[in-house]
Every structure is written in C-alpha cells, then in structure tokens.
C-alpha cells in the first residue's frame, strides 16, 4: 500500500466535502504546496463511503452525481439517490425531469430582487431535477430553443492513464466522444 | 546588423522565439534551464531583484498621477520584457497587461521600427490601439527600451487606465460607438519621447483630443517616469549579474514558470471538455438614430466557450458560435481577449513568483474570424472591448472549478461570474468650467460566488484588478463634486441562491448636487438582464444582474433640510418611491450599461454590481447557516421561507421539523411541475420550428447558425429539417 500524504487528512477532506472543515484549516490547504499527491484517492474513499450503493465511482462531476463503472461493463452517471442517467458521454440533463420558469411571477420565486429579475422576453429559466430525488441538479438561464448545455465531458481514460498512473480496466478510444446527439436522434426516430 | 543577439533585427528575434516554442514545446527552446539548476538560490535574487525594481517604479511614479483610478484605485502597472516582448517580471496591478505587451513588440517589429523611426536609447514609444496590441484606449502603454552596448537586451514599460479617452461619451468605457473614429483618441505606436523625454508636441493630443487634459498628460508623465526609473534600475541589475546572466535569466524565468503552469493544471484538475456560456446585450436602438444607420439596432450576444483541458496539461479555448463582429463598441481582437481572460487564470493556476508571459505559452484561442473577437473591418469599434471579453475571463474560473471540485482539491474552487459597474462623466459648471471625471469604485470591490464548501464572501475581490482598492470617497468627491456619495452598501437577497449562496451584491447611491449648467452620466455595467451566466453551479442559481437606477427630480434636498434619513440604494430607492417618502418626476431602470443619461441637482444615482451565484440546491442548505442570515441582515424571514424551505420562529432559530416538511413540499411541487427530459425536448422542439422568438433572440439564432460548430449542435439536439433556417 502507498503511503498516505497526510498534510491533508482524510478526516479534513470529509469535513471539507460536508462544508463543514474549519476555514482556517481551509486555508492551510489552499496554501498547501505543493498539493497532497493522493487527494484524488482520498476523494474516492469519501465519496464511496458516502453513497448507499457499491458501484464504483470513478468521479464526481457535480454534488449529487458520479461516473461510475456498472459491474456488468459501462460507464453511468448515477446520483447519490441511486438514480442512473445512462452513459456519461450522454448529457445527464436528457435524463432529468425539466421545470422551466418563463414568466417574471415564476422567476421571483427564486430571484429575490425584482430589479435584478431575467428578461423574461430573452430568457427563460430551466431547473433540471434529480427523477429519483428530486434534487436540483442544474439551472440555466438561456433563450427559448437553446440547446441543452453539457457541462463536463471528462477524458477519463487520459485522467486514470497519464495523469494517475493507473489506467483503467475497460479502456477504449470512443469513452472520450460526445454521445449526447444520439438520444434527440433516438426520440426523433421513435416519433 | 539588428540590434538585437547575435545581430539579429527584432523581427528576426521574435518570429525565431515563436518558432523555437513551436519546434521544441519549451520557451526560447530551454530543455535545460541551466541558471535555475545550476545555482536555484542566486537566480531567485536575480528574480525578486527585477520584482522588487518593478514595484519600485510603480510606487514612485504613481504619485505623479492625479487619477483617482491610478493613484489609490490600482489601475496601473509597470513591468519588465524581453527583447522578443515576453514580460519577465512586473509590479503590482493591472495584471492581466502583460498578456499585451508581447503583440505590441510584434507589431513593431512587423512595422520596422528599426528602421524607421529606430530603436535608440533613451527612445520613448507608445500606444493605446487595439488593432496593435491594447486591450482598448482606455489603458496606454508608454514603454523604453533597454539597450546594453549595442544589443537591445529588454524594455520597461508603464501603463495605466486613464480617465476619459475622447470618445463619444465622457470617461474611458465608453457604451456607444459605431467604428474607430467614434472610440476616441486612438493613437498606433508611436516614438513619443527622445533622451528619455516626451516631446512636447505629445501633450497637446492629450490636451486637444480628450477631456481631461490635466489627469492625461499627468499619467502620460507617470507611465514614462516609471519607466525611465524602471530602466535606470534595471541597468543596475545588469552591471550586477553580467549581460549574459541577464539575457539567459530572462528567457529561464518564462520556460521554468511554464513548466510549473502545467504541471498545476496535470495535479490539480482532469482532462476533458467543459462548457462555459453567458449571454449579453447591446442596445442601440433608438438611440444612435439616422447618424449610424449600421448601428441602429439591439444585439444579444452569444458567448459560448468549449474549454479544453488537453492531455499535456496546456489549455485549449474553443469561441466558435460567438457572435459576429458589428458596429458597436465592444469587437476585440486577439490581445484584448488574452489580457482580460487571463485575469481569470491568475487565481484559478497562473500564479507564480512573479506574473509573466508563460500563460502564453500555455494556452491557446479559436477566435473565429469575422467574429467580434477576430473582426475583419480594420476600424471596428473597439472602446469598450473589455465588456466584451469580460464575461470570458469567468470562464477559467467556472470550468477549473468544475474539474478541480472532480479531482477533489475543492478548496481551489472559485467560481464566479461576470460583474463589475462605473461610469464616466462630463459636464460644465455654473461658471462655464468644462470637467470630465470617471470612477470604477464598483470594479475594486465584487463579492464572490459560493464554493462547493462555503458561502461567497462579500466585497472581497476584483478579478479585473488583482490589488484594487476603492480608495477615499472624499478624495472622489474632490474631483467629481457634483456626485455625492450618500450610500455604499450591501444589498439583502442581491445574490444567487443555492446550498451554499453567492456573496450578496455591493451597492452604491449618489446625490447629483450644484451640476451647473450640464452633466452628462454614462454608465456600464457587465450583464443585460440574463443573469451573470447562463449557467449555474451544481444545482446553484447563477448569480444576477447588475442594477442601474436613476430618479430624476426627487424630493431629497427637502428631506436632508428636514434631517430625515436618505435611502442608501436602488432596493430602499423603490421601497421609498412606494412608500411614498421618496418622490420623484421620473424612474429609469437598467439591467447594464446606460447610454448618456442628462442629470440635475436632486437626482438619485444608484448603481449595483457583483451579486454572485450560488452553489448547490438551495433545500439543502444547512439550517445553522439559515439561522445566520437573518440577523446578519443577508437574507430575509420570506426569502428563506421560499427560497430555502426554512421557517423561523420568533427568536429567529430554525423549527427543524416544521422546515423539513415544507421542503419535502417543495420537493413534492419540483416533481408535480416537472416533466420528463423527453416530453420538454418534444415541446421546445416545436417552438424551435415555429421559430418563436422575440426579434434579438431571433437574429442571435440567425448570426451565430453560421458558424458550423453550433449549427450541429442545435439541428442535432431539435433534430431539425437540413433546410432550416432563420
């Protein structure tokens, strides 16, 4: 077993990821140079013990979500509920409920100075949910028609090869390529 | 012979630089850096040295200013480059410039100054254009070089943001202008100085081409001192360690922090492909009228970014589908873009030591061409390019976020969003005095958004100006004496929410008091009623817009007479208005930049910036935080009840299990709403085809569909007829 860079704990980790780490033990870690060379495996431990399922995370991407390895072979968003949104390469948002604030009464409920309120004529205001939780996973303020945005496409294979040292098991040239046109496709064609 | 190394000419020396990187991947070609290794403890005294001489100058010189912005806002910067532009090591300041100052020595050498009008001692060049490397105007360069024996070895440079540049408008951000000629004093590089003196005929342009006279040519003798000081000091540093060690020390400074750039991004963050988006506005219409038929419209801006982290650790930044260039004042070119941008990789992974040019070496731009970052029309306006670009510099900050908080280092997460508010203005006194004056009091002051562990904190940094500072409003009031600071504070719920919310947005109010016969306000600001971005962070609201309030003719100099309270801003300007303390003849609302707006004695000037996103789902947020809002006056009783499903009992503590049934109610009503991903993709998908837009957000769509890129990503994600079209 490698030994563990304990500059940066993993008990303060924890704390850090619960928003609960003292600041100024935060501010030892930003000022912390350089970084603990483990932090990414530490993470994984945090995170993995803070999920009810065994699905193995290979990383988080936003508070509640995760790419993980199914067992039987893939790679999935899933959430912290157990909820799964298919394929990583894919926009998780295609695989959440949508509520989609348009009008000035709707927005208000959620931007709490009117002067500061969207143009409803420019913008509308989509919140997209966890299915399985209903956790508010992410908000866009864009125009009417706007595609829906792909925050995060991680090169996952370059990440556990080259940077971690430590490739993973179900390599393959296509995990790095955006998937996410096929599921519009894949509705269109079913009418 | 040049009069660069080995007697090349400088163009020689630049265009070999670029292709040295280009050949090898190292900076000027070091695989070794053999000063660093070889004595680690003599090069950074070497280093610090030319730190220390930059700061030197800076503090020196910035007393010959009289601008408010340089003298106690920060807005200045002095700093030392190679022959080739690479800066090497710079003071505190405006540090984005050292981005520029390479494209400005490549646009010399490329013009053969050498030749004509020579490269000499004691020579003193300058510009603020954009087409030859300045960001925009409004920040001038005056540089020198540094010339050992016969061999350029290097060049000081000072340059500051200066008050009012000639424009249509008063002040130096200007919000309107149809081309070049309206941008005001533009001036390409020019020798400005000999024997380490500007000429006299210098002062006059500043005299006869802008508004303030005085203010100009003070911070032109400023830049030039610090310069010349900064030579004198050099020179020094020179004779100390030998030419050689100079000329090698230099070049070892970029490749080795290059190096460390790298490796930050390889430890800190995962390769892959993030998206970054804002939307901004410009409105024209009806405003500029007949006089500039071009521009007699409204635009709404697109402004994605595809953020590349690549395998080798350098960083890719995609602008395909932004919007086009147009006869308005925010095109930029290539070094504005950089400048700017890198404000937002400082923080993020760009500190070292010393700032330097490395970042150049570490990133790289698709700015399309004919886009408004890559204009053809060689006199598009440019005056205000940095509102332009601003809303880009966030997206180092946004996508570094989300690939540090993957990584796990989430105490270098920082996300935030564009902001940043000021106003130029000009008017004439009772006595016929014409003055000009500007403040950037909101670009020193922004809070910040919330992190994935902890709130954004209020009124604690400036992305634009990394040393900012808002300086004294009596020395303000001494300049601008017709604008009366009668509030600055923080604004309750002036933030975007989330289980961890954005640091609340800073506010300011004025009294217009004894204008005389004119003054003239204009006014800019970073958002145009579509939030601070388009996106939000991990289920977070992102953060909202900036506010401009004008009443015109209240009833304020009574009330002081009576020796009542005033309201502070633009929220108690409203609540008053309704209550109807407050009178006044006429309201004026914007979400962003104004154009000229005419003021009197008695108006109410109110202005607000910087209310930054939230992070996470605000029904998560913890109870004890709730119970903090409150009486720290950040939110009210009905925003957490709303917003944050937590009610309050009479002492202000959280009813743990009444909180945690409204928000599973909430929760209940998110899925009642809600439909699923598909069903909504079916319905907007018909709109898309019925084309149902209001006219700005039709002709985004009809712009930007010309760019291949986003032209696949929208017929692909609403699977659109091949003939569609707007």
Known sequence: MEKRDDRFTKENLKLLVEGKLDWEEVKKAIRLAPKDGDRFWKYLEVLQERVPWKDKILLRISDHLYIVAKEGGGRVVKCDCGQEFGDYRVNWKLSCRVYVRKTREEMAEVVSVEEALPNPDLVEMREFYCPGCFALLGVEVVPAGYPVIFEMLPDLDTFYREWLGKPLADERPDWFQDKTLDMPARWAKEG | ?726
């Open chain 2, 1 to 726: 012979m040049g009069i660069c190394y080995q007697g090349k000419t400088l163009k020689e020396a630049v265009h070999e630089k670029e292709q040295l990187f280009k050949d090898s991947g190292y900076a000027y070609g070091l695989e070794k850096l053999d000063l660093v290794e070889g004595d680690p403890a003599k090069f950074m005294r070497f280093q610090m040295r030319l730190v220390a001489a930059c700061i030197n100058a800076r503090e020196i010189a910035k007393l010959i200013s009289a601008n408010p912005m340089s003298l106690i806002q920060g807005e200045l910067l002095f700093l030392l480059a190679t022959p080739e532009g690479d800066v090497t090591s710079a003071s505190y300041g405006l540090a984005g410039h050292i981005q520029s100052f390479p494209f400005m020595v490549r646009s010399i050498a490329d013009l053969g100054f050498e030749e004509d009008p020579g490269i000499n001692v004691g020579d003193i060049f300058a510009t603020n254009d954009t087409l030859y490397g300045a960001p925009h105007n409004a920040d001038n360069y005056t540089w020198v070089p540094i010339i050992y024996g016969d061999e350029l070895i290097g060049w000081t440079v000072g340059l500051n943001h200066i008050v009012d540049v000639g424009g249509l408008q008063p002040g130096g951000l200007g919000t309107i202008s149809a081309s070049v000629f309206t941008d005001g004093f533009t001036y390409p590089p020019t020798k400005t100085g000999a024997n380490f003196k500007q000429h006299k005929w210098w002062e006059l342009h500043w005299k006869r081409r802008t508004r303030t006279e005085a203010f100009n040519v003070l911070d032109d003798k400023m830049r030039a001192a610090g310069a010349v000081a900064l030579h004198d000091r050099v020179m020094e540093i020179v004779e100390e360690f030998g030419v050689d060690y100079f000329r090698q020390g230099l070049r070892e400074i970029v490749e080795r922090e290059r190096r460390v750039l790298t490796q930050r991004i390889k430890a800190q963050a995962v390769p892959g492909i993030y998206h970054y988006l804002v939307f901004d506005s410009v409105k024209y219409k009806g405003v500029v009228g007949k006089l500039f038929a071009s521009s007699n419209r409204d635009w709404l801006l697109h402004k994605p970014g595809e953020f590349q982290v690549l395998p080798d650790g350098r960083l890719f930044m995609d602008l395909e589908g932004l919007s086009s260039e147009a006869d308005f004042h925010c095109n930029a070119y290539e070094s504005a873009v950089r400048m700017l941008c890198s404000l937002g990789a400082w923080p993020m992974f760009a500190y070292t030591a010393t700032i330097n040019s490395s970042l150049m070496y570490v990133t790289d731009w698709n700015l399309p061409p004919g886009s408004m970052f890559n204009p053809q029309n060689p006199f598009a306006a440019t005056v205000m390019s940095l509102a332009g670009v601003g809303k880009y510099v966030h997206m180092f900050n946004h996508c570094l976020s989300y690939a540090y908080f993957a990584r796990g280092f989430l105490e270098e997460c920082f996300p935030q969003g564009a902001a940043g508010g000021g106003y130029g203005l000009a008017g004439v006194f009772a006595d016929g005095f014409r003055w000009a004056g500007g403040d950037m009091t909101l670009i020193t002051c922004w809070s910040s958004a919330a992190l994935p562990y902890r709130d954004g904190d209020v009124a604690d940094n400036c992305s634009a100006n990394p040393a900012p500072d808002q300086g004294e409003t009596e020395r303000a009031e001494f300049l601008q004496p017709t604008n009366l600071n009668i509030g600055r504070k923080l604004v309750p719920n002036y933030c975007g929410h989330g289980k961890f919310r954005g640091g609340l947005g800073i506010a300011t109010c004025q009294l217009i008091v004894d204008p005389g016969r004119s003054l003239t306000l204009a006014v800019f600001g970073s958002t145009g009623g579509m939030g601070r971005s388009a996106t939000g962070m991990a289920g977070g609201y992102p953060g909202v817009d900036d506010i401009v309030v004008l009443a015109h003719d209240t009833n304020i100099r009574e009330m002081l007479k009576e020796g009542g309270h005033y309201p502070r801003d633009f929220v108690e300007i409203r609540e008053w208005l309704e209550e109807g303390k407050l009178k006044a003849r006429s309201v004026e609302l914007y979400q962003g930049s104004t154009a000229n707006i005419q003021c009197k004695d008695g108006d109410l000037f109110a202005n607000a910036t910087a209310a930054r996103g939230g992070w996470g789902d605000p029904l998560e947020r913890e109870f004890s935080l709730v119970e903090n809002d409150v009486p720290d006056g950040w939110l009210s009783p009905d925003v957490v009840r709303t917003v944050y499903g937590a009610v309050l009992d009479d002492n202000g503590k959280v009813k743990v299990a009444e909180s945690n049934e409204l928000r599973q109610q909430m929760r209940n009503r998110r899925k009642e709403k809600s439909v699923d991903a598909r069903d909504w993709w079916e319905k907007e998908r018909e709109r898309v085809l019925r084309k149902e837009w209001c006219e700005d957000v039709y002709n985004m769509y009809a712009d930007v569909l010309k760019y291949d890129k986003f032209r696949r990503q929208f017929m692909g994600m609403w699977q659109l007829p091949e003939d569609y079209g707007l």
